[in-house]
């Protein structure tokens, strides 16, 4: 089986020269802030974007000005963070009719070049330069320069063909049977505690200072004769509260950790349970279509707890994470180790489960007993058809191809309830899965393509 590891690109900058408008533009959301005023981008912002069929995290940062006491400190912080956890740099700056290049232009792409990753120079707002050249900032010292203008969507697609022509479309590891943990969860839910006792040994640094692990800490250890890698990840905070400099790439190395595992620990405080960052994390592994166990930390510092008071919290959290029925719940304390070894036998329990392949005709008695019982709704003459299911094979979680007709009416309601039957059809506790609705049409499309494939040649307008 091949891994995949999803790419990161970060767009590196001083404030205000039009990262957030650039991150808004390819996405197509407005989920970052756009306003005239310079830094209003606190906190770095990521989403997953798709350019000639590959897939990366795009992350807009908050931009690079002068401060007094913490400039040097910013820049340099945040340019390594981005050299540790990008596969591609994009340096903003700003066109000038002048093309005088600013001396905070001048420190960024200096440490953006002393990463040795590959980077780009985006010339931005270019509509509202006449007569732009190329030679006006070659003096950055870097190589790419794309003149480009996000409300005139000018220079865009040039310079997002150049980062695809830069990052894999997946980055394969070696063949092996490891399993890999990914230990999740917000700042001090004992998330190193609970690595150095599965690990035996003090690898991680542990203190009962919130935001102490910034990389991710890998130990490999032996269990019932299967090694597992266990990543310990830094916390994510809450928006709002992420610190400058080495905590605004925490959560991107987060998101990298989810993407390498397997499997994921997801940490919940017994004394904080109900939070709402630990129901977007359960969201992010559920999406990425990992394994997953919710792992209530710190059971030994619960006070006046009997032996009610685990029944009374399970149902609790069973709400919360409701949208994620299928994962098992475990109480632990690392302090006291207890049930640390029993995640193990869960983590192996898992694995086998994300393993399991089922049989193209159990899967389609299932679906038309599904459809018969209770077909999908559409509306006038658009009635959605299932017609059959098969299970992709040499995937590293269980996905499913379900071929059909008017796809795009089915509800989404009507997803949930596949997804919910298919559970109660076949067992998979534990692991996220994935249904692709596929229309025949498409199929069909997509075969005569490969007898007869079609290769389009794109001229691109770079400066050099």
């Known amino acids: 089986m091949s891994r995949k590891k999803v790419p990161i690109v970060a767009i590196v900058g001083r404030a205000n020269v039009g990262k957030s408008s650039m991150f808004n533009y390819v996405l197509g959301t407005r989920e970052a802030i756009v306003a005239d005023e310079a830094g209003t981008t606190r906190d770095s912002i990521h989403g997953k974007a798709n350019y000639d069929d590959k897939y990366f995290w795009l992350v807009d940062t908050a931009g690079l000005k002068v401060a007094e006491d913490d400039f040097e400190f910013t820049i340099q912080e945040q340019i390594l963070q981005a050299a540790d956890s990008a596969d591609v740099i994009i340096v903003m700056t700003e066109a000038t009719d002048t093309g005088i290049v600013t001396e905070e232009d001048r420190r960024v792409a200096k440490l ?23 030679d006006d900032y070659r003096k950055l010292g870097i190589k790419d320069i794309f003149f ?42 004992g998330k190193s505690y609970l690595f150095n006792t599965l690990a035996k040994k003090q690898q991680a640094v542990v203190a009962d200072v919130a935001g102490t692990t910034r990389d991710i800490n890998r130990t490999v250890v032996k269990y019932m004769q299967r090694e597992i890698e266990l990543m310990d990840t830094a916390g994510i905070r809450r928006n709002g509260r992420i610190e400058r400099g080495v905590e605004r790439f925490s959560i991107i190395r987060t998101l990298s950790a989810i ?30 279509h990992k394994g997953m166990v919710l792992v209530i930390s710190k059971w030994d510092s619960v006070e006046d707890k009997d032996a009610f008071t685990h029944d ?18 475990i109480a632990t304390s ?24 089922i049989k193209t005709t159990e899967l389609n008695n299932w679906l038309h ?40 009416y089915l509800h989404w309601s009507y997803r949930r309830h596949m997804e919910r039957t298919f559970r109660e059809t076949f067992d998979f506790h534990g692991t996220g899965i994935k249904f692709w609705f596929i229309e025949q049409h498409q199929k069909r499309e997509k075969q005569e393509k490969e007898k007869n494939p079609i290769r389009i040649k794109i001229k691109r307008n770079k400066a050099r």
């Open 259 to 288: 993407e390498q595992a397997d499997i994921c620990l997801l940490l919940v405080d017994a004394n904080e349970p109900s939070v709402a960052l630990d129901q977007k994390i359960a969201g992010m592994i559920k999406e990425a």
């Open 312 to 329: 009374s919290l399970t149902p609790r959290l069973r709400h919360d994470f409701d949208f994620v029925p299928w994962t098992p719940m």
């Open 369 to 408: 007993k599904v459809t018969d019982r209770h077909p999908p709704a559409g509306l006038k003459n658009r009635q959605p058809k299932l017609r059959y299911v098969v299970q992709e094979e040499g995937m590293r979680y269980p996905s499913f191809k379900i071929f059909g007709s008017q796809l795009k």
């Open 112 to 134: 953006a070049l002393k990463t040795k990753k590959p980077v780009i120079l985006s010339v931005n707002k270019a509509d509202k330069v006449k007569n732009s050249n190329p």
């Open 334 to 357: 690392s302090v006291t180790g207890k049930n640390v070894s029993k995640i193990f036998d869960l983590v192996l329990e898992i694995d086998e489960t994300r393993k399991r392949q």
């Open 148 to 189: 480009t203008s996000v409300t005139q969507g000018r220079g865009i697609e040039e310079l997002f063909e150049a980062v695809a022509d830069l990052i894999p479309a997946a980055s394969i590891t070696e063949e092996d049977d490891r399993i890999r943990v990914a230990i999740l969860g917000r700042p001090n839910v």
